[in-house]
């Protein structure tokens, strides 16, 4: 079903080449095939020797003075980047604005919906992208009512780095489970005067990441299978509970209640916790030379669904250039650009074959699991009013594993007003 449901988001994505080409009169649009100057617009560059600002370099070495690529950053923060691309969006589609236009932009996975409805991405021709490189999930999260809006730049799937030496001291297996995971955090976490586990428990983005993988683990979900809110059903409220018990019980430090990725990445580095979920960016980071766990971390996932992360690259409608726009983005989307991104930057890759790579698969053994957990990722859910929805999740979540409220409560009181804001039923 997968596959067929893919080869049919391929032919329709072919299509966008015909409503790439024409303005909103219908009339041919003499941007689509001009070259010139671009800006590309992506989060802040955290990478080890500037990855990114390297690639951006690579272009515009060979490309000559009339197609240069400027790099602009953005917030590390998920909600103001996107804040800062909506503003973007609508200002410059203002009569008579000036506003400098973002040709390319980085689009997180969960904002591609909502911007391609918005109108502040270009349709695009998958076979311009040779888009069958790709993988199938993170092509499926770009394409939008049978529409291709972006191009899979960056994949990634939820990745549970664990300190081997503790486990084979133990002569034990990587857990497999929440259950499993949860009953060695509490057991060997207090035997080595350590945390058991860390992930993103802050108010942000990384906390609707972090509850929902909880939730699939316990069987439940955000919308049940006949689309109507199903945050309060007992597999959901489960999976919160399991979080709430780890902070009430200690094998959760509280302080995680404040921890966003590199916060996270940092206590588990400095050797303070047994288990770390995290993205693929942490692992060259947790081994780098002078890393006090280098050498000492395991990589795993759990039988359960990971949330879909990553970012797609796109095209604004605003752009004057957009055949160097598409040609940019066929760069940074090339297997040698890919490579290149993972091997120093620690973004996992968006094209196939470079998962069944045998020289990346022997340097990196992590290769294989977080190709599984991509494959077998999930979107949060598929809306354009997903920031709303991320937002309630966020803000009584939060309050709940924080002790100020229980959890049951909070989930029932959260589907209800999910209920009355999304008109869900």
Request: aromatic fraction near 8%.
């Amino acid at each position: 079903m997968i596959r067929l449901r893919y080869a049919v988001l391929a032919l329709a994505a072919t299509a966008g080449l015909v409503a790439s080409c024409l303005d909103s009169t219908g009339q041919t649009d003499d941007r689509v095939d001009a070259r010139g100057p671009i800006t590309f617009v992506d989060g802040r560059d955290n990478t080890r020797g500037s990855q990114i600002k390297q690639m951006v370099e690579r272009w515009n070495n060979g490309r000559g003075f009339k197609e240069q690529v400027t790099f602009v950053e953005q917030s590390p923060a998920s909600d103001a980047h996107r804040a800062s691309l909506v503003a973007a969006a609508e200002d410059v589609a203002l009569p008579g604005s000036r506003s400098r236009c973002n040709d390319v932009i980085m689009v997180d996975t969960v904002w591609t919906a909502e911007f391609a409805r918005a109108g502040y991405l270009r349709p695009l021709n998958g076979a311009e992208f040779g888009i069958n490189r790709f993988i199938e999930s993170a092509v499926v999260n770009a394409t939008v009512d049978g529409t291709l809006y972006a191009i899979p730049a960056r994949s990634d799937g939820g990745l549970i780095y664990y300190r081997k030496d503790i486990l084979d001291a133990e002569h034990l297996p990587p857990p497999n489970t929440w259950a499993e995971l949860a009953g060695m955090a509490k057991r060997l976490g207090r035997a080595h005067g350590i945390g058991g586990y860390v992930g993103q428990l802050a108010r942000y983005e990384g906390l609707t990441v972090n509850a929902m993988e909880a939730i699939w683990a316990a069987g439940g979900n955000l919308v049940g299978s006949d689309g109507r809110i199903a945050i309060d059903s007992p597999q959901a409220k489960a999976g919160v509970r399991t979080l709430a018990a780890g902070l009430s019980e200690g094998w959760i430090p509280r302080e995680t209640t404040g921890f966003a990725e590199e916060e996270s990445r940092r206590y588990f580095q400095e050797g303070k916790a047994l288990f770390l979920r995290n993205w693929s960016y942490a692992y060259p980071l947790l081994n780098a030379p002078g890393s006090p766990v280098a050498g000492k971390v395991g990589v795993t996932w759990l039988s359960s669904p990971s949330a879909l992360g990553g970012w797609n690259a796109a095209i604004s409608p605003c752009s004057r250039h957009q055949r160097t726009a598409r040609d940019f983005i066929r760069f940074l989307t090339s297997e040698d650009e890919q490579r290149a991104l993972f091997t120093e930057g620690g973004f996992a890759p968006s094209v196939k074959s470079l998962y069944q790579d045998p020289m990346l698969l022997s340097q990196y053994p992590h290769l294989g699991v977080l190709y599984g957990s991509i494959r077998g990722a999930l979107d949060r859910v598929r809306t354009p009013d997903y920031d709303r929805v991320s937002d309630m999740m966020q803000e009584s979540l939060h309050r709940a594993l924080d002790r100020v409220v229980a959890v049951d409560p909070t989930m029932d009181g959260l589907a209800e007003e999910m209920r009355s804001t999304l008109h869900s039923g």
